[in-house]
Protein backbone atom coordinates (compact mmCIF):
# COMPACT_ATOMS: atom_id res chain seq x y z
CA UNK A 1 0.00 0.00 0.00
CA UNK A 2 0.60 3.48 -0.58
CA UNK A 3 2.19 5.48 2.87
CA UNK A 4 0.07 8.37 1.43
CA UNK A 5 -2.90 5.97 0.81
CA UNK A 6 -6.03 7.77 1.64
CA UNK A 7 -8.79 4.68 1.18
CA UNK A 8 -8.13 1.34 0.98
CA UNK A 9 -9.25 -2.31 0.12
CA UNK A 10 -10.10 -5.02 2.92
CA UNK A 11 -7.94 -5.72 5.61
CA UNK A 12 -5.67 -2.28 3.69
CA UNK A 13 -3.59 -4.49 1.56
CA UNK A 14 -3.84 -2.30 -1.30
CA UNK A 15 -4.64 1.12 -1.87
CA UNK A 16 -7.45 2.76 -3.70
CA UNK A 17 -7.40 6.27 -4.86
CA UNK A 18 -10.71 7.78 -3.92
CA UNK A 19 -12.16 10.72 -6.30
CA UNK A 20 -13.19 13.96 -3.83
CA UNK A 21 -16.82 13.86 -4.80
CA UNK A 22 -16.57 10.08 -3.74
CA UNK A 23 -15.39 11.00 -0.59
CA UNK A 24 -18.58 12.44 1.44
CA UNK A 25 -18.09 15.11 3.56
CA UNK A 26 -17.42 15.62 7.45
CA UNK A 27 -20.11 18.93 7.65
CA UNK A 28 -19.09 21.94 9.40
CA UNK A 29 -16.05 23.16 11.69
CA UNK A 30 -17.06 23.52 14.57
CA UNK A 31 -15.66 26.90 16.31
CA UNK A 32 -12.30 27.28 17.73
CA UNK A 33 -12.68 26.32 21.30
CA UNK A 34 -11.07 29.04 22.72
CA UNK A 35 -10.25 28.04 26.57
CA UNK A 36 -8.79 24.86 27.24
CA UNK A 37 -9.01 24.67 30.61
CA UNK A 38 -13.20 24.21 30.04
CA UNK A 39 -12.47 21.15 28.42
CA UNK A 40 -14.24 18.08 29.53
CA UNK A 41 -13.22 14.74 27.85
CA UNK A 42 -14.35 11.71 27.30
CA UNK A 43 -12.30 9.29 25.73
CA UNK A 44 -14.35 6.19 23.78
CA UNK A 45 -13.39 3.09 21.48
CA UNK A 46 -15.66 3.04 18.47
CA UNK A 47 -16.37 -0.70 18.53
CA UNK A 48 -16.87 -0.97 22.69
CA UNK A 49 -19.49 1.80 22.63
CA UNK A 50 -22.16 0.04 20.82
CA UNK A 51 -21.18 -3.76 20.53
CA UNK A 52 -23.05 -4.96 23.70
CA UNK A 53 -26.07 -6.29 22.63
CA UNK A 54 -27.70 -4.93 25.01
CA UNK A 55 -26.91 -1.45 23.51
CA UNK A 56 -30.04 -0.70 21.79
CA UNK A 57 -27.94 0.27 18.61
CA UNK A 58 -29.32 -1.34 15.93
CA UNK A 59 -27.83 -4.55 14.36
CA UNK A 60 -26.54 -3.13 11.26
CA UNK A 61 -24.46 0.06 13.38
CA UNK A 62 -23.40 -2.34 16.59
CA UNK A 63 -19.78 -1.57 17.14
CA UNK A 64 -19.22 0.66 13.66
CA UNK A 65 -18.86 4.60 12.87
CA UNK A 66 -22.62 4.68 12.79
CA UNK A 67 -23.58 3.46 15.96
CA UNK A 68 -21.69 6.04 17.42
CA UNK A 69 -24.19 8.48 16.15
CA UNK A 70 -27.49 6.62 16.44
CA UNK A 71 -30.22 8.72 17.88
CA UNK A 72 -33.09 7.35 20.25
CA UNK A 73 -31.35 4.51 21.63
CA UNK A 74 -32.10 2.90 25.08
CA UNK A 75 -29.69 0.08 26.36
CA UNK A 76 -32.37 -3.15 26.68
CA UNK A 77 -32.39 -3.76 30.24
CA UNK A 78 -32.62 -1.06 32.50
CA UNK A 79 -33.70 1.56 29.38
CA UNK A 80 -31.09 3.95 29.99
CA UNK A 81 -29.75 6.28 27.06
CA UNK A 82 -27.22 4.90 25.17
CA UNK A 83 -25.88 6.13 21.51
CA UNK A 84 -24.98 10.06 20.87
CA UNK A 85 -27.74 10.55 23.48
CA UNK A 86 -25.91 9.14 26.36
CA UNK A 87 -22.68 11.10 25.14
CA UNK A 88 -24.92 13.77 25.16
CA UNK A 89 -26.36 13.44 28.55
CA UNK A 90 -22.37 13.57 29.90
CA UNK A 91 -22.20 17.31 29.93
CA UNK A 92 -19.16 16.66 28.10
CA UNK A 93 -17.20 19.32 25.36
CA UNK A 94 -15.07 16.61 23.69
CA UNK A 95 -15.27 13.01 22.48
CA UNK A 96 -11.50 11.52 22.37
CA UNK A 97 -11.43 8.93 19.89
CA UNK A 98 -8.96 6.00 20.22
CA UNK A 99 -7.34 4.89 16.61
CA UNK A 100 -9.43 4.96 14.28
CA UNK A 101 -6.76 4.53 11.44
CA UNK A 102 -6.88 1.40 10.08
CA UNK A 103 -4.48 -0.65 12.04
CA UNK A 104 -3.75 -4.30 11.71
CA UNK A 105 -4.42 -6.68 13.97
CA UNK A 106 -8.57 -7.55 13.23
CA UNK A 107 -9.38 -9.34 10.27
CA UNK A 108 -11.79 -7.25 8.65
CA UNK A 109 -13.52 -9.88 6.63
CA UNK A 110 -13.91 -12.28 9.67
CA UNK A 111 -16.53 -12.96 12.33
CA UNK A 112 -17.11 -9.20 14.08
CA UNK A 113 -19.89 -10.26 16.30
CA UNK A 114 -19.45 -9.37 20.14
CA UNK A 115 -17.31 -11.96 22.28
CA UNK A 116 -15.25 -12.96 19.32
CA UNK A 117 -11.71 -13.50 19.57
CA UNK A 118 -9.48 -11.46 17.57
CA UNK A 119 -12.57 -8.86 16.76
CA UNK A 120 -11.89 -6.19 18.84
CA UNK A 121 -8.18 -4.22 19.22
CA UNK A 122 -7.92 -0.67 20.69
CA UNK A 123 -5.81 -0.02 17.72
CA UNK A 124 -2.39 0.82 18.78
CA UNK A 125 -1.07 -1.49 16.07
CA UNK A 126 -0.87 1.00 12.71
CA UNK A 127 -1.27 0.01 9.15
CA UNK A 128 -2.66 2.82 7.02
CA UNK A 129 -2.39 5.89 9.00
CA UNK A 130 -4.65 7.74 6.33
CA UNK A 131 -7.24 5.29 5.76
CA UNK A 132 -10.20 5.15 8.48
CA UNK A 133 -10.59 1.26 10.31
CA UNK A 134 -12.19 -0.65 7.98
CA UNK A 135 -13.65 -2.95 10.79
CA UNK A 136 -15.97 -0.16 12.08
CA UNK A 137 -17.39 0.28 8.67
CA UNK A 138 -20.52 -1.47 7.51
CA UNK A 139 -19.01 -2.52 4.67
CA UNK A 140 -15.47 -3.14 5.27
CA UNK A 141 -15.11 -4.55 1.30
CA UNK A 142 -15.90 -1.35 -0.04
CA UNK A 143 -13.16 1.91 0.06
CA UNK A 144 -15.58 4.46 -0.12
CA UNK A 145 -17.96 3.26 3.06
CA UNK A 146 -15.01 3.63 5.51
CA UNK A 147 -14.00 7.15 4.21
CA UNK A 148 -17.47 8.10 4.05
CA UNK A 149 -19.26 6.49 7.47
CA UNK A 150 -16.27 7.86 9.36
CA UNK A 151 -16.92 11.46 7.90
CA UNK A 152 -20.80 11.08 8.95
CA UNK A 153 -19.67 9.97 12.35
CA UNK A 154 -17.39 13.18 13.44
CA UNK A 155 -20.29 15.23 11.74
CA UNK A 156 -22.65 13.65 13.54
CA UNK A 157 -21.13 14.45 16.87
CA UNK A 158 -20.59 18.23 16.02
CA UNK A 159 -24.26 18.24 15.03
CA UNK A 160 -24.81 17.34 18.86
CA UNK A 161 -22.33 19.73 19.56
CA UNK A 162 -19.56 17.40 20.58
CA UNK A 163 -16.00 18.35 18.95
CA UNK A 164 -13.78 15.17 18.68
CA UNK A 165 -10.09 14.41 18.84
CA UNK A 166 -8.29 11.85 17.43
CA UNK A 167 -5.69 9.23 19.14
CA UNK A 168 -3.10 9.11 16.98
CA UNK A 169 0.02 6.75 17.19
CA UNK A 170 3.08 7.78 15.53
CA UNK A 171 5.50 6.46 17.46
CA UNK A 172 5.73 3.03 15.72
CA UNK A 173 4.01 0.86 13.48
CA UNK A 174 2.42 -3.13 13.48
CA UNK A 175 4.68 -4.44 11.16
CA UNK A 176 7.88 -3.34 10.35
CA UNK A 177 8.94 -5.74 7.34
CA UNK A 178 5.54 -5.66 5.90
CA UNK A 179 4.36 -2.11 6.47
CA UNK A 180 4.96 0.83 3.40
CA UNK A 181 7.43 2.69 4.94
CA UNK A 182 9.83 -0.46 5.09
CA UNK A 183 8.90 -1.36 1.83
CA UNK A 184 9.50 2.29 0.32
CA UNK A 185 12.97 3.14 1.50
CA UNK A 186 14.22 -0.15 4.10
CA UNK A 187 15.42 1.64 7.43
CA UNK A 188 14.65 4.68 6.86
CA UNK A 189 11.82 5.55 8.63
CA UNK A 190 12.74 3.67 11.93
CA UNK A 191 15.47 4.16 14.50
CA UNK A 192 18.16 1.83 15.25
CA UNK A 193 20.74 1.06 17.60
CA UNK A 194 23.60 -1.17 17.07
CA UNK A 195 22.22 -2.82 14.09
CA UNK A 196 18.82 -3.71 15.72
CA UNK A 197 15.34 -1.21 16.04
CA UNK A 198 15.04 0.44 19.08
CA UNK A 199 11.87 -0.63 20.82
CA UNK A 200 11.34 2.43 23.63
CA UNK A 201 7.87 1.74 22.22
CA UNK A 202 7.28 -1.34 23.42
CA UNK A 203 6.09 -3.08 20.70
CA UNK A 204 9.28 -3.47 19.07
CA UNK A 205 10.40 -0.53 16.88
CA UNK A 206 10.04 3.15 16.87
CA UNK A 207 9.41 5.54 14.27
CA UNK A 208 12.55 8.24 13.49
CA UNK A 209 10.29 11.60 13.84
CA UNK A 210 13.66 13.52 13.25
CA UNK A 211 14.19 12.15 9.75
CA UNK A 212 13.18 14.57 7.51
CA UNK A 213 10.50 12.47 5.40
CA UNK A 214 9.27 10.97 8.63
CA UNK A 215 8.78 14.76 9.96
CA UNK A 216 7.10 15.16 7.03
CA UNK A 217 4.74 12.59 6.94
CA UNK A 218 3.56 12.72 10.36
CA UNK A 219 2.70 16.46 10.20
CA UNK A 220 1.05 15.73 6.27
CA UNK A 221 -1.16 13.10 7.81
CA UNK A 222 -2.21 15.33 11.04
CA UNK A 223 -3.29 18.14 8.49
CA UNK A 224 -4.87 15.82 6.30
CA UNK A 225 -7.49 14.63 9.15
CA UNK A 226 -7.69 18.21 10.54
CA UNK A 227 -8.67 19.54 6.74
CA UNK A 228 -10.76 16.39 5.61
CA UNK A 229 -12.10 14.97 8.79
CA UNK A 230 -12.76 18.21 10.52
CA UNK A 231 -11.48 17.49 13.64
CA UNK A 232 -10.94 18.96 16.62
CA UNK A 233 -7.66 17.94 18.34
CA UNK A 234 -5.18 15.32 18.51
CA UNK A 235 -3.97 13.24 21.40
CA UNK A 236 -0.63 11.72 20.94
CA UNK A 237 0.57 8.27 22.24
CA UNK A 238 3.91 8.08 23.49
CA UNK A 239 4.69 12.08 22.24
CA UNK A 240 7.74 11.78 24.00
CA UNK A 241 9.45 9.49 21.49
CA UNK A 242 8.56 12.04 18.80
CA UNK A 243 11.43 15.00 18.73
CA UNK A 244 10.20 18.26 19.69
CA UNK A 245 10.54 19.92 16.41
CA UNK A 246 8.17 17.87 14.98
CA UNK A 247 5.65 18.52 17.18
CA UNK A 248 6.23 22.33 17.15
Same mark, same amino acid.
Given at each position: ????????????????????????????????????????????????????????????????????????????????????????????????????????????? !?????? $?? %? =?? /??????? &????? *?????????????????????????????????????????????????????? !?????? $?? %? =?? /??????? &????? *???????????????????????????????????????
Amino acid at each position: ADPYAKAAVVNGERSVVLADKDAGNAGKRMPKFTNPSDATIAEMDVRDFSINPNSGISDAHRGKYLGVIEEGTKTKDKQNVSGLDYLKSLGITHVQIMPMYDFGSVNET !GDLSYG $KQ %G =AQ /NWGYDPE &NYNVP *EGSYSTDPANPTARVKEAKQMIAGLHNAGLRVIMDVVYNHVYDVQKHSFNKTVP !GYYFRY $KD %G =AL /NGNSGCG &NDTAS *ERQMMRKYIVDSVKYWATHYNLDGFRFDLMGLIDLRTMQ
